[in-house]
Structures are given as structure tokens and as C-alpha cells.
Nanobody, 123 residues
Framework: QVQLVESGGGLVQAGGSLRLSCAAS????????MGWFRQAPGKQRELVAV???????SYSGSAKGRFTVSRDNDKNAVWLQMNSLKPEDAALYYC?????????????????WGQGTHVTVSS
């Protein structure tokens, strides 16, 4: 079992930055692929970024060039640095994990989920 806890969400003005954190506990997430997803009210949960155990990253089109995902396997932690935030980035952001490496983009591929952290972007 892996427990995931997100933090770092909040209210930010458009153009600002936030850094989300995901702390993993329980079974080590060292060999896990980690993903960041988001879900806005009335919309489906969507992929934001993925990072494999050896640091290979993949981003959604909306995140590419503005967001950066990183991880520290020794600390069992993953981060999502979000820059140039837009009102349409506002959502509940989730950290997710699954065993094995791959740029998994669908929610069904992930076995473990955090409770989410809210990001609000004012215009």
C-alpha cells in the first residue's frame, strides 16, 4: 500500500506560480510511476504530468512549457512546479502512483491516489 498526501495548493493571481508537493508513505514509491492529474468542477479528471521512476517526464499540451514535474526517490516525494498560471488551470490537483514505468495518461492505470489539493487562479 502507498499513501499519498498532496499539499501546496492555494489562491494565486493569473501569471503567478505554485509548487505542489506529494509525499508518499507506506511502501516505497521508488519504483513507481507518479502522475499529477487535475479535475475542475463539471469536468473529467485529466492528466497534467507524469514522471517515471528514473525521471522521464511527459506533459499534457496545456502544461507543457509552464509546468515541471520532478521527484526525489530518497525522500519519496514528487513536486509539480506551475508557472504562468491561468484561470483555466484552477482545479483540484491529485497525485497518483502505479507500479512500473511508463507514460501512463489514463486514470485507470493508477492504483493509488491522494485526496487532492485545490488550486484557484484569479483573473
Amino acid at each position: 500500500q502507498v499513501q499519498l498526501v498532496e499539499s501546496g495548493g492555494g489562491l494565486v493571481q493569473a501569471g503567478g506560480s505554485l509548487r505542489l508537493s506529494c509525499a508518499a508513505s507506506g511502501r516505497t514509491a521508488r519504483t513507481f510511476t507518479m502522475g499529477w492529474f487535475r479535475q475542475a468542477p463539471g469536468k473529467q479528471r485529466e492528466l497534467v504530468a507524469v514522471i517515471t521512476s528514473d525521471g522521464i517526464t511527459s506533459y499534457s499540451g496545456s502544461a507543457k512549457g509552464r509546468f515541471t514535474v520532478s521527484r526525489d526517490n530518497d525522500k519519496n516525494a514528487v513536486w509539480l512546479q506551475m508557472n504562468s498560471l491561468k484561470p483555466e488551470d484552477a482545479a483540484l490537483y491529485y497525485c497518483a502512483a502505479r507500479m512500473g514505468d511508463g507514460r501512463f495518461a489514463d486514470t485507470a492505470s493508477y492504483d493509488y491516489w491522494g485526496q487532492g489539493t485545490h488550486v484557484t487562479v484569479s483573473s
